[in-house]
């Protein structure tokens, strides 16, 4: 069964940080960009961050540059993304979702980091930045 699953949310206080994970199952992510996409309550979903099928090309919403990072490990079928510096405003469920066009191992593309290109979306997990 292919899927995404996420994890590595929690609670944690302004500036602390968290790491979450995006593993998949039911297919290698060697062809595949993946996205880190988070919704708040009343929010529309905005993309986070992405990465290409090479990792030599990432995106980041400008709200988190400088604090997030995103990476993957293909041997570990696993996405990553570091959150440092976490603010309030980072307060969301976390989803992770497969690019729906299957890539060459050397591709540089993500699309355009839009929820509407991904795919296969995982359960979400809960982030809450609070004191």
């Known amino acids: 069964q292919l899927q995404l699953v996420e994890s590595g949310g929690g609670l944690v206080q302004p500036g602390g940080s968290l790491r979450l994970s995006c593993a998949a199952s039911?297919?290698?992510?060697?062809?595949?960009?993946i996205g880190w996409f988070r919704q708040a309550p009343g929010k529309e979903r905005e993309g986070v961050s992405c990465?290409?099928?090479?990792?030599?090309?990432?995106y980041y919403a400008d709200s988190v540059k400088g604090r997030f990072t995103i990476s993957r490990d293909n041997a570990k079928n696993t996405v990553y993304l570091q959150m440092n510096s976490l603010k309030p405003e980072d307060t969301a469920v976390y989803y992770c979702?497969?690019?729906?066009?299957?890539?060459?191992?050397?591709?540089?593309?993500?699309?355009?980091?839009?929820?509407?290109?991904?795919?296969?979306w995982g359960q979400g997990t809960q982030v809450t930045v609070s004191s």
């Open positions: 979702a497969r690019f729906r066009r299957r890539q060459p191992v050397y591709s540089s593309t993500y699309g355009s980091c839009s929820g509407n290109e991904y795919e296969y």
């Open positions: 039911g297919f290698t992510l060697d062809y595949y960009a």
């Open positions: 990465i290409s099928v090479s990792g030599t090309s990432r």
